[in-house]
């Protein structure tokens, strides 16, 4: 069996505006196992971004657990949550927040430096990686020079660049044309599915969500079956 990635257990996050508690997620549960893609399906303002945010560890919950390979990570102190999302967890959003100033090359090497790889083993990773998400002629430019779909397909390599063991994506394709974004999604769960690596994609499209492994939506603050 498949060792269970990210596991979220009685979540809560309310947020206060002008003095009334607006409860977000009311006690979420999930559980991913490595290689499997969940779709996360819910409504603009239903709180996916803000379970993404709490599964990748960039924001904490006001109650229960966040498991990242069975280490309850909600509540560690801020350098050990840094040290650990750097580690083991990949992100790819709706916009692809390149840098602009460096070339694609570049943009899927400096993560790697930063986790302390050599820059030639980053350079050799990130020019396999952009290989193969057909980008290997693109590799010099900046991102001024690519199109939509090859700006978001640098996104998704940099954001498995450091062999995460768990991609979150929120919107992923949600920035481009239909005809692009279903080229450039088809070869984002092809990259997931080669590395094994847990992914959890949010997405309002449902022809998108039923191509993953199992749809989850989020309900009055819970993660239902989708």
């Known amino acids: 069996m498949s060792s269970v990635a990210l596991r979220l257990a009685g979540i809560t996050r309310t947020f206060q505006s002008g003095g009334t508690a607006l409860p977000v997620l009311r006690g979420a549960d999930l559980a991913i196992a490595s290689g499997e893609i969940v779709a996360l399906v819910a409504p603009s303002g239903a709180g996916k971004s803000t379970l993404l945010h709490i599964a990748g560890l960039l924001e904490k919950p006001d109650g229960g657990a966040v498991e990242i390979d069975g280490r309850n990570a909600a509540q560690l102190p801020d350098a050990e949550r840094t040290a650990l999302r750097r580690r083991t967890i990949g992100f790819v959003y709706q916009f692809h927040h390149l840098l602009p100033e460096f070339s694609a090359l570049e943009n899927v090497v400096i993560p790697q430096m930063i986790a302390g790889i050599a820059r030639r083993q980053a350079e050799e990773r990130a020019r396999a990686l952009l290989a193969d998400f057909g980008l290997a002629a693109r590799a010099s430019h900046r991102p ?52 094994g690596v847990a992914a959890l994609i949010a997405t309002h499209n449902p022809e998108l969500a039923q191509r993953m492994d199992r749809v989850v939506r989020l309900h009055e603050g819970h993660i239902v079956p989708g």
Request: glycine share 6%; net charge neutral; aromatic share 2%.
């Open 144 to 195: 001024a020079r690519l199109s939509g779909g090859e700006q978001q397909r640098v996104a998704i390599a940099r954001a498995l660049a450091n062999a995460p063991r768990l991609l979150l994506a929120d919107e992923p394709t949600g920035n481009l044309d239909l005809a692009t974004a279903d080229r450039v999604f088809a070869e984002l769960l092809a990259a997931v599915r080669n590395q």
